[in-house]
């Protein structure tokens, strides 16, 4: 990958038994904390910065025609991320964010293999193979990409796939 990235290791099915967990950078360092209070109603998360302050949160829609999350930044909205209706041969959900700049994951959602892109550019990716211990992946964000919305909405498809797309 091009150096203007950071990369972000995330536990894989995290919140299969509703704990807590951590975001490290690329050196193994913590940036953020995860708060998984996935026994709520409406599968809320809570993303902490070091000092445990609240920086962001994710949380399900609970009237929706298809699985939706909200992703919310600094308290306020910052996109909403929903299973795209028709996708034959492949899983593509949209984060979609004020104004006309939109992201699009799509890969394979199950395996954690997929690319986010905004207007056909590729900004952020996720990937199992990149590192060896097997609970785990990691998230690549170009320079100038908003590491919040990038993490919010790979905590809003785990929760999605975790609940079941048909829920």
């Known amino acids: 990958m091009a150096d203007n990235r950071t990369m972000y290791v995330i536990r894989e099915r995290l919140f299969a038994i509703g704990d807590d967990f951590d975001v490290l950078d690329e050196n193994g360092t913590k ?9 709520s109603l409406r599968n809320r998360v ?7 302050a609240e920086v962001a949160s994710v949380h399900r829609h609970l009237v929706a025609m298809r699985p939706t999350y909200e992703v919310r930044i600094g308290g306020e909205k910052a996109a909403e991320v929903r299973k795209k209706m028709f996708t034959p041969f492949r899983d593509k959900f949209v984060i979609d964010v004020p104004g006309p700049d939109d992201l699009e994951m799509k890969g394979n959602l199950l395996d954690h293999e997929y690319v986010i892109e905004q207007g056909g550019t590729e900004v952020a990716s996720v990937s199992k193979r990149w590192l060896t211990l097997h609970d785990t992946y990691a998230v690549q964000i170009t320079a100038g990409i908003d590491p919040l919305l ?5 905590l809003a498809l785990d929760l999605a796939m975790n609940r079941g797309v048909g829920d």
């Open 150 to 154: 990038i993490i919010g909405s790979v």
């Open 31 to 39: 940036v953020f904390h995860v708060d998984g209070k996935v026994l």
């Open 46 to 52: 809570v993303i902490e910065d070091l000092t445990g």
